[in-house]
């Protein structure tokens, strides 16, 4: 089992920039590859980004790509969501989760999901 608890979710201007945590406890954290989700009202859980378990490789979605910065401190059982240039659209309830495969991009293949923080960027 893991347990993963973000943090860092905050009311922002667009243009502005944040920071999300998520805090891993129990099974050790360098086993797992981890993703980042998020889910605006209405819609359906989608890919963020992802790390792999050393974080020698990183995926984006098309939508961030060159915005927001997956990283992580296996010492410190932590993964980040550095996230800049914040539009409107990236208002959602950010996920982080744990899988021990590589299917990076597939929502079901993630074991262990955290509760979420909310983001909200107004115009």
């Known amino acids: 089992q893991v347990q993963l608890v973000e943090s860092g979710g905050a009311w922002v201007q667009a243009g502005g920039s944040l920071r999300l945590s998520c805090a891993a406890s129990g099974r050790t954290f360098s086993w797992y590859n981890m993703g980042w989700f998020r889910q605006a009202p209405g819609k359906e859980r989608e890919f963020v980004a992802a790390?792999?378990?050393?974080?020698?490789?990183?995926y984006y979605a098309d939508s961030v790509k060159g915005r927001f910065t997956i990283s992580r401190d296996n010492g410190a059982n932590t993964v980040y969501l550095r996230m800049n240039s914040l539009k409107p659209e990236d208002t959602a309830d950010y996920y982080c989760?744990?899988?021990?495969?590589?299917?990076?991009?597939?929502?079901?293949?993630?074991?262990?999901w955290g509760r979420g923080t909310q983001v909200t960027v107004s115009s």
């Open positions: 790390i792999t378990r050393n974080g020698g490789r990183t």
């Open positions: 989760a744990a899988q021990g495969g590589s299917d990076y991009y597939v929502l079901s293949k993630y074991d262990y």
